[in-house]
């Protein structure tokens, strides 16, 4: 009809959704955890993690590393670990980052990894990372 603006469908005129972010799978952060722990006890070069890790939470972990490196030095301890991974709890405080805390077993021992993962460049990277 002349002097009617043409039709529009209604898909066509509603605001897009981005696409759900998919978190990062739990096995994904139980090795990421693992891998952190081995790192710091001088079993894993620190270079398999780089591009998994943020600046911050990089030197944080090396920093640590040269702690424990200087303990087990003066403790003459020349044991090598095998950590397994236990429990991993999740939560999404926003889209895009994940809070976790993983328990990783070396023997009996029992030792708590929390992190900051944050989704860049397509990718999930620990922004904070904590070995207690």
């Known amino acids: 009809m002349p002097g009617h603006p043409p039709r529009t469908s209604r898909a066509a005129t509603a605001p897009s959704t981005p696409p759900a972010i998919p978190p990062p799978p739990r096995a994904f952060i139980a090795a990421l955890a693992v891998h952190a722990v081995e790192v710091l006890e001088g079993s894993r070069p620190f270079t398999q993690l780089r591009g998994r890790l943020s600046t911050a939470a990089a030197e944080q972990l090396l920093f640590q590393r040269q702690l424990r490196a ?8 020349r044991r090598r670990i095998v950590p397994h991974p236990g429990s991993v709890f999740t939560s999404e405080p926003r889209p895009g980052a994940i809070e976790a805390s993983v328990t990783v ?9 929390a992190m900051r993962l944050e989704l860049t460049h397509g990718r999930w990277r620990a922004e904070v990372l904590g070995v207690m």
């Open 105 to 113: 077993y070396v023997g009996r021992r029992a030792i708590g990894v």
């Open 70 to 77: 200087e303990r087990r030095a003066v403790h003459r301890d």
